[in-house]
């Protein structure tokens, strides 16, 4: 599975982005997908998850309320609807594949990953 992470972008506080990760292959719909993102000087944290349905979804606590992940398994294109954003928003995002149907919080849990998209979130 090849992922493609894209719609990252400059932004203003307040401002909205929306992320997609397109994902090759035909497994698509049976992996649970998430998104991660990693600030300069951090370690990599954890976003969202959504299980291979999108019937079950989780978040950070940071992000809760403020971020919708979705997906469309026919598009194989998973998405991450980000509004509110804020400057500690700002990180590379990645987003990944796990090989089974339910999602993780843990980044080792996941076999694939895209190459990050960037945003920044300016005050």
């Known amino acids: 599975v090849q992922l493609q992470a894209s719609g990252g972008g400059l932004v203003q506080t307040g401002g909205s982005l929306r992320l997609s990760c397109a994902a090759s292959?035909?497994?698509?719909?049976?992996?649970?997908m998430g998104w991660f993102r990693q600030a300069p000087r951090k370690e990599r944290e954890f976003v969202a998850a959504i299980n291979w349905s999108g019937g079950y979804t989780s978040y950070a606590d940071s992000v809760k309320g403020r971020f919708t992940i979705s997906r469309d398994n026919y598009k194989n294109t998973q998405y991450l609807q980000m509004n509110s954003l804020k400057p500690e928003d700002t990180a590379v995002y990645y987003c990944?594949?796990?090989?089974?149907?339910?999602?993780?919080?843990?980044?080792?849990?996941?076999?694939?990953w895209g190459q990050g998209t960037l945003v920044t979130v300016s005050s």
């Open positions: 990944a594949a796990r090989k089974v149907q339910y999602s993780s919080l843990m980044v080792y849990e996941y076999d694939y």
């Open positions: 292959g035909r497994t698509f719909s049976s992996y649970a």
